[in-house]
């Protein structure tokens, strides 16, 4: 037996897309707040970051990166807000 516990996410949930969550942290370190001329000191920007993923931002993502998420185990205790 393999062991294996399915999870089913929200149809929509990019909070909980790991490739989201990377995605949102190159857009913090190379976009918010600065200008780029023209596309290729952007493109160089997204790729340098990219590339220190695993020693300069290597503490940030750790925390950011995980698959730790809350659970709800019994959904009649959980509470749903309709908007």
């Not at 959980?78 to 908007?83: A, E, G, L, S």
Request: charged share 25%; net charge neutral.
């Amino acid at each position: 037996m393999l062991e294996i516990e399915l999870l089913y996410l929200p149809p929509y949930s990019p909070n909980l897309n790991l490739i989201e969550r990377l995605w949102k942290f190159v857009k913090k370190k190379c976009l918010y707040s600065k200008y780029y001329a023209n596309f290729d000191p952007f493109k160089q920007a997204i790729t340098d970051c990219l590339a220190h993923t695993h020693d300069i931002y290597k503490e940030e993502l750790a925390t950011l990166l995980t698959l730790n998420f809350q659970t709800f185990n019994d959904l009649e205790k959980v509470k749903f807000v309709t908007v």
